[in-house]
């Protein structure tokens, strides 16, 4: 079993940043690789960047160059820092992590962003 927990969501302007976080807890020694999604209104849930335990990184054509994904394994935290961001950027942000074939989600962060 894996918990995660986001925070760091919330309003901000165009052109603004944010940092999200995520904590694991629970059978944290099986996590390998961890992402960020995010689902906006009416719209599908999306992979927005991945972070292996290695610290390999990829990420979503539409934020790449503006979001940096990172983690700190001694903290068992994943991190999002959202730059330049854009009103369509506009979503609830959750991270996932996959153990044992299960999928772990937290149950999510809403960032929005005014312009």
């Known amino acids: 079993q894996v918990q995660l927990v986001e925070s760091g969501g919330g309003l901000v302007q165009a052109g603004g940043s944010l940092r999200l976080s995520c904590a694991a807890s629970g059978s944290i020694f099986s996590i390998n690789a961890m992402d960020w999604y995010r689902q906006a209104p009416g719209k599908q849930r999306e992979l927005v960047a991945t972070i292996t335990r290695g610290g390999n990184t990829n990420y979503a054509g539409s934020v790449k160059g503006r979001f940096t994904i990172s983690r700190d394994n001694a903290k068992n935290t994943v991190y999002l820092q959202m730059n330049s961001l854009k009103p369509e950027d506009t979503a609830v942000f959750y991270c996932?992590?996959?153990?044992?074939?299960?999928?772990?989600w937290g149950q999510g962060t809403q960032v929005t962003v005014s312009s």
């Open positions: 996932r992590t996959v153990v044992a074939g299960i999928a772990y």
